[in-house]
């Protein structure tokens, strides 16, 4: 594989560390000391995934993710956030901070790999979606549909651009339509990782997906009280 990786980690141990580990694993990887020379970098050359440090010198990993965010060409980009555990964790787990996964330092080079591979894998599986689906292939349940091409919801005349997480969620809800689904089994499927028992971020994402949707479609997805949550048709 020559996946090419971006790592902006200002500690040079840690930025080496991945560099060696991914490297490996065949990934072309270039390092980057500041959130500013990866933006830049990333604006001349957008890799197949980034790997950023929370703590920066200057501008942080979450505010350098948000800018990438509202850049339609970098908006899908897969992102994985490094983190020191305690309050930092909380922040990137409890907001939606935009990265489409998290690992807690210290970590080992097995992990680390693990969770490039499978989100390369999941966003390869996404650029597949771009370019191969067609109408067929939205997801649709009653007057709700997800359009695969646009990762939007439709609903009547209301169409709502998801982030990737957003649209991972809901087209899981509604591919079970009319089930109850366990937050664990959310977390494992939507997020690929274990909370240890915290689905605060799972919580905290559905309350957020439906202050999105607003108050006419927020109903679409009920709360099933010591379970999870359930996606009801409505026609
Ligand atoms: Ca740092």
Known sequence: MDNLIYVIEDEENIRELIRL???????KVETFETAEDG?????SKIPDLAIFDIMLPKMDGVTAVKLLRKKLRTANL???FLTA????IDKVVGLDSGADDYIAKPFGVLELSARVRSLLRRSHKNVFYEDEANEEENIVAGNVT?????????RGKTRILLTP?????????ILNKEKAISREELLSNVWH?????DSRTLDMHVRSLRQKLGAENAGLIKTVRGIGYRFVIDD
Do not use: T
């Open 21 to 27: 580990a991914l490297e490996s694993y065949s990934y």
């Open 39 to 43: 933006l830049a970098a990333i604006n």
């Open 78 to 80: 897969p992102i994985i």
């Open 85 to 88: 555990k305690g309050s930092e």
């Open 146 to 154: 997800l359009d695969v091409n646009k990762r939007e919801f439709v």
């Open 165 to 173: 997480k957003e649209f991972n969620l809901l087209s899981y809800l």
């Open 193 to 197: 990782v274990d909370f240890i028992g």
